[in-house]
């Protein structure tokens, strides 16, 4: 993971309908392959489990349980097997089970009637599985981090404070003049993270003074591009759903 975790509280996971995509018509045939049944929605992805779930709001299973395999380990609801949203088995190495533990637990504590942002973990797991291996929506997801690299707050600095037409010129800044007990907080605390990011990754950050017309060096972007090539599906997962809801790439609330 690229950034820094500060002690907050962890934002608000991604929506259920947001992991599953919009409702569907929920009618279904069977088609098998290879002996296996598959159900498939009309004019849509398989009927899957995340689906149904994200289509009724309704708990249509009674037992959970953690399946450790040979290909990984993967979470099973009544002995089915989970799945994602594109049908895939919802199947993770063996090196993330305590991912598959969470997972599991976020299912078994369902109450009758679910909540759309209830199944965190599953979602994550979800995105790597169908999205973040390979391909145009992993590309889309670095280019969309990548941007957040001219957005993140600590970058933003007022050494004046700004009058009221300023401010609505430009817009707020993170760091302030006044009052001056803010002033000695975000220097001792901010001031660091700075010079951190900058020895960590071997960059030039620049600090802005408007929300305007800012942009990081190019050298900097490439740098922070070849970090995200390098992620694997899981961990650009997980990069994406801690940067998304803040629009930031390096500093984020946990």
């Not at 300023?166 to 007990?181: A, C, I, N, R, V």
Request: proline letters at 8%; a neutral charge; glycine letters at 6%.
């Amino acid at each position: 993971m690229l950034g820094l975790r500060s002690t907050r509280s962890f934002a608000p996971a991604p929506p259920l309908r947001q992991l599953c995509g919009t409702p569907r018509t929920w009618g279904a045939r069977h088609l098998t392959t290879g002996g296996t049944v598959t159900e498939v929605a009309p004019e849509g992805p398989p009927i899957t489990e995340t689906n149904r779930a994200e289509a009724t709001l309704k708990r249509f299973w009674k037992n959970v349980a953690v399946d450790r395999r040979p290909d990984g380990v993967a979470v099973k609801l009544d002995q089915r097997t989970l799945r994602t949203p594109g049908g895939k088995p919802l199947v993770l190495p063996k090196s993330k089970a305590m991912l598959a533990t969470l997972i599991a637990h976020e299912w078994d504590v369902q109450e009758r009637t679910m909540k759309h942002h209830s199944l965190p973990m599953t979602s994550l797991a979800s995105r790597a599985i169908d999205d973040l291996g390979e391909g145009a929506t992993r590309d889309q997801v670095r280019a969309a981090l990548l941007e957040y690299l001219d957005t993140d707050t600590i970058w933003y600095v007022s050494r004046e404070y700004p009058s009221r037409s300023t401010l609505l010129l430009t817009g707020p800044s993170f760091f302030q003049d006044e009052p001056p007990p803010l002033v000695v907080l975000q220097d001792r605390h901010w001031e660091p993270l700075l010079d951190w990011a900058r020895s960590t990754f071997d960059v030039e950050i620049n600090k802005f003074e408007s929300l305007l017309y800012n942009s990081q060096p190019e050298a900097t972007k490439t740098k922070f591009d070849q970090l995200l090539q390098s992620l694997d599906a899981w961990e650009m997962a997980g990069e994406h759903h801690s940067s998304f809801p803040w629009s930031v790439l390096l500093l984020k609330p946990s």
